[in-house]
């Protein structure tokens, strides 16, 4: 069976339309079979319909994404009561120590995601990974970075992710490589993510998995859990009405 | 007894609104696998430019067998020719120059 790829993290500008369907357009001529979109947590249902239509015309699934930016741990909370069952995925940008760890123990949070410039901002270390492993949160790695930093910034980039990396593996937290991408341009085949991720020591096999297998697990769970006729984990209503 | 040499080409489509010349997309290739991998990286890739062709954008490139991946990655780096936005994307990977030509016109 052909292996389904997915790209969680693109970051058009959702003003401009054009940009946003040339951007779905290319992740189909890429390869992608889903994708998902980081859109404002005030987003319209009307507006994640008109993304996912866009989507069918072009035969890659869409899913709908938040980017959450707290800066305490409180604001984190309110933020996922408010807006947990809007979206698909839920993503945490982990800029303070605080933030990281309550993301990290948080079962409503998919991905945790850290400043790629900011290298004293990294937060994943083992507690962290231990906090992420169990509560099902993945680590999202955005490739952009690795594209447009030069030099000094871009080694002390690949140095950070390759502790993280060993780190995630070790501790069993799924790694999930986006491309972060705002342009046509920055978007990148699978294979070619996967073969960038070889620059932070991340094997050929874990890093396909972390385009395709890992990111899809993830829309497959969240779906059950949106979807109207689920109880609990394992646990789904299959009929109602009176002759049950 | 000496190892034979395996080989890879590499088919590749150059994803910009300007052209470059065989010249100088070459030279972007060669700085992208300098920067990342380093001169004895580089020595061992065995980097040979086959085919270009500036209008359609495609070019074919050869490579070691050992280094397909790592020139996968140096070309995934690149994000400009020339000062231009661009991006290269592999389209297919042979072992001989005959099957990568079948490949692309499937």
């Known amino acids: 069976m052909k292996r389904l790829y997915a790209d969680l993290h693109l970051c058009p500008s959702l003003k401009d339309s054009e940009q946003v369907e040339s951007m779905i357009e290319k992740a189909s001529e890429l390869g992608y079979g889903l994708i998902a979109m980081s859109l404002p947590s005030n987003v319209s249902e009307e507006k994640i319909q008109q993304l996912r239509n866009i989507c069918k015309e072009n035969k890659v699934e869409f899913a709908s994404r938040a980017d959450l930016k707290p800066q305490t741990s409180k604001e984190l909370l309110n933020s996922l009561r408010k807006i947990r069952r809007k979206f698909e995925i839920i993503a945490v940008m982990c800029e303070s120590k605080h933030v990281a760890r309550q993301a990290a123990k948080d079962r409503r949070v998919d991905l945790l995601n850290f400043p790629s410039t900011g290298f004293r901002k990294r937060f994943f270390d083992k507690a962290e990974a231990e906090l992420a492993s169990n509560s099902l949160a993945s680590f999202e790695i955005d490739v952009k970075p690795l594209l447009t930093l030069e030099g000094p910034a871009r080694i002390r980039l690949l140095s950070s992710l390759r502790r993280e990396v060993a780190i995630a593996k070790a501790f069993h937290v799924p790694i999930v490589i986006s491309s972060g991408a705002s342009s046509e341009l920055l978007m990148r085949k699978p294979r070619e993510l996967a073969a960038l991720a070889s620059l932070f020591d991340l094997d050929k096999v874990s890093a396909i998995e972390a385009v395709s297998k890992n990111p899809l697990a993830i829309i497959k769970r969240n779906r059950e859990k949106l979807s109207p006729n689920f109880v609990a984990p394992g646990i789904r209503i299959i009929r109602g009405g009176k002759d049950c | ?106």
């Open chain 2, 1 to 106: 007894m000496l190892k034979r040499m395996r080989r890879r080409y590499l088919a590749l489509k150059i994803d910009s609104n300007e052209t470059f010349s065989s010249r100088e997309f070459m030279d972007a290739v060669w700085n992208a696998v300098l920067k990342l991998y380093g001169e004895y990286g580089a020595s061992r890739s065995g980097l040979t430019l086959i085919d270009y062709d500036a209008e359609k954008g495609l070019a074919v490139i050869r490579t070691m067998h050992t280094t397909v991946e790592m020139v996968r990655a140096a070309l995934a780096s690149i994000t400009k020719i020339r000062d231009k936005p661009a991006a290269i994307h592999v389209l297919t990977v042979s072992g001989t120059i005959r099957a990568l030509y079948k490949k692309i016109k499937q």
